[in-house]
């Protein structure tokens, strides 16, 4: 990689100013988005407040969707700044920022170059998934720091022999902390990535000289404890973690809507926008570059970004943010490609057809459709956000727009630039104007506050739908939970310890002292709750937001 220099210095600056801003701002003027964020945020409130940082909690019992690691996040947090949406939010924005320096220092170590490891790691920066998810309280982003932090340990050992034994023994350091956040995919991937690298380039020999007595043994005190502790002290927990959670997720669809074989090409192809435009011609780029004799570095960087990409594909339950960690090598890849682009353009070359039809549909065609499309749902919802949209529509389109132009003009950086700057306006609007106005639309956050103007004590019984139960539960004053679904068994995937209320007479195991009961619901679940309600109950709808229904259920005179 080389001695680092005042003008690495100076493209680290960029990058950090650039992601405080991105990942920073306004973080926590919106409330939790159910139903996910309300899930981590409740589980490490209630450790917090119980005091034990070992064993996660939801409603007051154990439950082992996704190991300790980021309920540690969340708990450090809470216990430093208070429990607030900045604080659940700010844990995955400095991982965000992390990422970022290691994609960089990553693209210094493959390219040799500055100017290609900057460009790859503005690109991740300024992708809108990672933007987005660099925002929520979720796992992703730390999975995909660690994930990310594994193969930049193996790049550097591959660059620079010397090094290996130190640099590849944190590569299972790495794989051992992504274990311990999402459990096997944190050492699934980077592994799946290395070994398929190694066998697909002939370079198998290579495996030899991997320590792995000292890794392992590092990878087992890093990742082993926890898991060890939670066998030995609850029993079910291997079957739960390792079989339910993880294999049961592999073979069995928790979406099955999203069970598709386009759902992760289209998922990237918007995840990585507004640098879709450059994905296909900077997959052919590498391929080409990789048969070379010297192309090793770009056959490990389409091996890091492909075999993971590959293994969930496999799997039957999918999530845009499952693929989150094939976004740096992916973003590497761009980079590179436009470092050669810009070069070749420069000595007078003209952007290739397909190119153009390709920017021509992202840039141009793209930009105006989603504003267009956001403002007619929102009409059809009701959802007073038409301001900000036109906000945004009056300044990402025509910077897009703008980057289109500039890229047919034979001016790579003016390109470069439009586009980051109508991300950036697109982030301003959105986080500082456009989510505050949808947030009881996103959030359980106003129902909640709605609960504390009409004074429900705490104490009182809380009823919610699948979508909004945790939500509900985390804003709302404390009390009993209960939901409302019409199939309790295919409720949720992994079983909540909560009562349910599905057929007639349901209502009459909350005692008559808890009433008013007061609840969250969605049309279907209000109309079943009304189905079931039957007489001696009234259902009164106390404020309504798109699909939400705050209701409040009374019984006889109480």
């Known amino acids: 990689m080389g001695k680092l220099t005042r003008r690495d210095a100076v493209f680290l600056a960029a990058l950090f100013a650039a992601g405080?801003?991105?990942?920073?701002?306004?973080?926590?003027?919106?409330?939790?988005?159910?139903?996910?964020?309300?899930?981590?945020?409740?589980?490490?409130?209630?450790?917090?407040?119980?005091?034990?940082?070992?064993?996660?909690?939801?409603?007051?019992?154990?439950?082992?969707?996704?190991?300790?690691?980021?309920?540690?996040?969340?708990?450090?947090?809470f216990r430093a700044l208070g429990v607030s949406e900045f604080a659940a939010r700010v844990g995955p924005a400095l991982a965000a920022l992390a990422t970022v320096g290691v994609t960089y220092f990553w693209g210094r170590t493959?390219?040799?170059?500055?100017?290609?490891?900057?460009?790859?790691?503005?690109?991740?920066?300024?992708?809108?998934?990672?933007?987005?998810?660099?925002?929520?309280?979720?796992?992703?982003?730390?999975l995909c720091l660690f994930v990310t932090a594994a193969f930049f340990s193996f790049s550097a050992g591959l660059e620079e022999p010397s090094r290996r034994p130190?640099?590849?023994?944190?590569?299972?350091?790495?794989?051992?902390?992504?274990?311990?956040?999402?459990?096997?995919?944190?050492?699934?991937?980077?592994?799946?990535?290395?070994?398929?690298?190694?066998?697909?380039?002939?370079?198998?020999?290579?495996?030899?000289?991997?320590?792995?007595?000292?890794?392992?043994?590092?990878?087992a005190l890093t990742a082993l404890p926890w898991y060890a502790a939670m066998a030995a002290s609850h029993p079910t927990f291997l079957g739960d973690f390792f079989v339910h959670e993880n294999l049961r997720r592999f073979f069995v669809a928790e979406h099955k809507s999203m069970d598709r074989p386009y759902f992760y090409p289209l998922g990237l192809a918007l995840g990585l926008f507004p640098w879709t435009a450059f994905l296909p011609a900077a997959l052919?780029?590498?391929?080409?570059?990789?048969?070379?004799?010297?192309?090793?570095?770009?056959?490990?960087?389409?091996?890091?970004?492909a075999a993971p990409f590959f293994l969930l594909s496999l799997a039957k339950s999918k999530l845009l943010s499952y693929i989150f960690p094939v976004f740096p090598p992916a973003a590497l890849l761009t980079g590179g490609w436009m470092d050669a682009a810009a070069r070749s353009l420069s000595r007078g070359a003209a952007p290739r057809k397909p190119l153009l039809w390709t920017a021509a549909f992202v840039w141009g065609v793209f930009p105006p459709a989603l504003v267009g499309g956001a403002l007619a749902?929102?009409?059809?919802?009701?959802?007073?956000?038409?301001?900000?949209?036109?906000?945004?529509?009056?300044?990402?389109?025509?910077?897009?727009?703008?980057?289109?132009?500039?890229?047919?003009?034979?001016?790579?950086?003016?390109?470069?630039?439009?586009?980051?700057?109508?991300?950036?306006?697109?982030?301003?609007?959105?986080?500082?104007?456009?989510?505050?106005?949808?947030?009881s639309f996103l959030s359980s956050r106003s129902a909640g506050l709605a609960c504390r103007r009409l004074a429900v004590p705490d104490g009182s019984f809380?009823?919610?739908?699948?979508?909004?139960?945790?939500?509900?539960?985390?804003?709302?004053?404390?009390?009993?939970?209960?939901?409302?679904?019409?199939?309790?068994e295919?409720?949720?995937?992994?079983?909540?310890?909560?009562?349910?209320?599905?057929k007639p007479g349901d209502l009459?195991?909350?005692?008559?002292?808890?009433?008013?009961?007061?609840?969250?619901?969605?049309?279907?679940?209000?109309?079943?709750?009304?189905?079931?309600?039957?007489?001696?109950?009234?259902?009164?709808?106390?404020?309504?937001?798109?699909p939400r229904n705050l209701v409040r259920v009374t019984k006889g005179g109480a």
């Open 20 to 77: 405080v801003f991105l990942f920073g701002f306004n973080l926590g003027g919106y409330g939790l988005l159910d139903p996910d964020e309300p899930f981590y945020a409740l589980s490490a409130r209630e450790m917090l407040a119980g005091g034990d940082w070992l064993v996660p909690r939801l409603f007051g019992l154990p439950q082992f969707e996704k190991p300790v690691f980021f309920y540690w996040v969340l708990c450090a947090s």
């Open 110 to 142: 493959v390219f040799g170059r500055r100017r290609p490891a900057f460009l790859a790691a503005a690109v991740l920066a300024t992708s809108a998934e990672f933007i987005v998810i660099s925002r929520i309280a979720f796992t992703d982003m730390w």
């Open 166 to 219: 130190a640099a590849w023994t944190l590569f299972f350091l790495f794989a051992g902390l992504g274990f311990l956040t999402k459990g096997p995919l944190g050492l699934v991937l980077p592994l799946a990535g290395v070994l398929s690298y190694l066998w697909f380039s002939g370079r198998g020999g290579l495996v030899r000289e991997f320590p792995w007595k000292r890794g392992l043994l590092v990878f």
């Open 284 to 305: 052919f780029f590498a391929v080409r570059r990789a048969r070379k004799p010297a192309g090793g570095r770009f056959f490990f960087l389409l091996a890091a970004f």
């Open 377 to 439: 749902w929102c009409a059809k919802e009701r959802l007073a956000i038409a301001a900000p949209l036109w906000a945004v529509g009056f300044t990402f389109v025509p910077l897009s727009w703008a980057a289109l132009a500039f890229l047919a003009a034979r001016r790579p950086r003016a390109a470069f630039a439009a586009a980051a700057a109508g991300v950036f306006a697109f982030a301003g609007i959105g986080f500082g104007f456009l989510l505050p106005a949808a947030d």
């Open 462 to 488: 809380l009823l919610g739908g699948k979508m909004y139960v945790r939500g509900f539960a985390y804003y709302a004053p404390p009390g009993p939970v209960g939901v409302v679904a019409e199939f309790p």
């Open 490 to 502: 295919k409720t949720f995937f992994t079983k909540h310890p909560l009562p349910f209320f599905s």
């Open 508 to 546: 009459a195991s909350v005692p008559t002292s808890a009433f008013p009961v007061y609840g969250l619901l969605r049309p279907k679940e209000l109309s079943l709750l009304k189905g079931i309600a039957g007489p001696g109950y009234a259902v009164e709808v106390l404020e309504t937001c798109g």
